[in-house]
């Protein structure tokens, strides 16, 4: 599809999309354009009598009804472009609201994948920046349509009316700057569409960065760190002059043919006057009405700039509204109370492009394993074996290529998403708070608890003591991602989340990597009454937290290579034992 083609798909479905479910607001505002244009209009025509009634004839009795017309066409001009302005300004500020909640609505349901592939800098500037850029372009477009164009045929038909050799001569001139500033435009929507990319590139760097100032400053960063920034903003803001030095580069055109325009204008008509062919209200009258149209002209041809702008960012945007959600709804989901606990898994395959050599990775490879109601089953082996893998398949944060996965006999892909992962609780070794206060993060589930339900979590997660100690108790704010809290009461936090959500599987992943021996130590007997009488999946690297397990299983490379309890896995003494061996040396020599 060619760039002409694409322009005209992507505006049409811009105007259907967002533009004409206003179109009642949009048609009243129009109607104040046609009044203010038409005032405008008159204005000019106002000066015929001005000149041949008072100036020349001097008719004194003119003057009253000219000047009362006069003031009373400014008033109508007020009026309709305040009206204009407000409806315009309202059905501008509704399309950024529908566009965004477009947004939310479409990238929540996105699956895992979507999000690692793409950085939340790029996703918070399609809320903002491209949005923006949109809801402009949009009410640039639709002002340039309505009031100026309506001027202008007002203003032509009024310069027709009084001189149509002068009015040819005029328009022979204006139409030859009209195939540059199309070519700017093309070049406009380029450029336009690097610098949005560029902006996101800002958001991502400045999120990372903040968000990691920890280890920023713990690794005396900051000098490199600000150059990095540096040179995102310098590449900013190079092409944000490319886009100005291509936005305004109509304006010598249409300024020299707007000059050449009117100096033809003056001589010819001068020429008139001077002949007596002309009086000198027609001229005054043609020259006026000339000057008055040069404004919306000058306008619309920044149009097709502004609405290359536009464009490039609705591309933006339509382009992540049309990526599909992967992991669709049950259609008939089946409908059950509460799940026992039983899992799985089938001949389950998973496997993925990389983004950057386009190879396809394969992750898991036939797996095959069950676990019964209540059953603690542990998932080790080195790093890239497939264990997290595998959790995120539980709850359908990604799908598997092949296989099945079944939960009480049942598919997983038969239960509608909410009431799936309302059975599954989840603890992170990256913990992941809102920057609410404790009471909503550990209440973080679409119900109604009581202070009494959260609080009884709380205890149960050993969390109570440290948070009446906090200087709001459970309203305490805890900052972005949980900054004011240790390690270690964030992962209670999340310890008390899933107490309070009471599912019946829970699912473990390297729950206590990120934490230190002795804080371990605590965590884990928190964690065994958590686990108490659920279906427990751990995936865990340090060995010391599944040697309770009922089963434990090897993976490496994808597959399963062995099974069994601690001690079986220790006296085989293959990959778990060398693991296990490896991990107890390295603490020896620690200690």
Known sequence: MNGKITSLETYKRVVHTFVMPHRKKIFLAVFFMIIGSLATSFLPYSLKPVFDKIFVSKEGSVLFIVCASVLSAFIIKGISAYAESVLMNQVGQRIITDIQKKLASHLLYQDLDYFIKTSSGQIISYFTSDVIMMRNAMATTLMGIGKDLFTLIFLLALMFYTDPVLSCITFIVFPTAFYPILKLGRKMRKVTHLTQDSQALLSHVLGQIFRNIRVVKSFIMEKKENA??????????????????????????????????????????????????????????????????????????????????????SKRIFDVLDTPVRVEEAKSPLSLNKLKGSIDFIDIHFSYTDPQTQNKIDVLKGLNFSIQPGETVAFVGPSGSGKSTLLNLIPRFFDACSGQILIDKHDVKQFSLSFLRDQISIVNQDVQLFDRTVFDNIAYLDRHYSKDDVEQAAI????????????????TEIGENGIRLSGGQKQRLSI????????????????????????????????????????????????????????????????????????????????????WNKQLSQTMCTD
């Open 496 to 579: 008390a989340r899933a107490f309070l959500k009471n599912s019946p599987i829970l699912l473990l992943d390297e729950a206590t990597s990120s934490l230190d021996t002795e804080a371990e130590k605590k965590i884990k007997t928190t964690l065994n009454r958590l686990m108490k009488d659920r279906t427990t999946i751990i995936v865990a690297h340090r060995l010391s937290t599944v040697v309770e397990a009922d089963i434990i299983h090897v993976l490496d490379q994808g597959v399963i290579v062995e099974t069994g309890n601690h001690a079986t896995l220790l006296a085989s003494n293959g990959i778990y034992a060398n693991l």
């Open 228 to 313: 990095n920034i540096e040179v995102v903003l310098e590449k900013i803001f190079n092409l944000s002059m490319k886009a100005a030095r291509t936005r305004f580069a109509s304006h010598p055109i249409v300024e020299t043919v707007g000059g050449i325009a009117i100096v033809s204008v003056i001589a010819y008509g001068g020429y008139e006057v001077v002949h007596n062919s002309r009086t000198p209200g027609d001229f005054m009258t043609f020259i006026a009405a000339l000057l008055l149209i040069y404004e919306p002209i000058k306008r619309l041809s920044n149009l097709n700039t502004n609405l290359q702008e536009g464009l490039a960012a």
């Open 460 to 475: 149960n997660a050993e969390a109570q003591d440290f948070i009446q100690n906090l200087p709001q108790g459970y309203q």
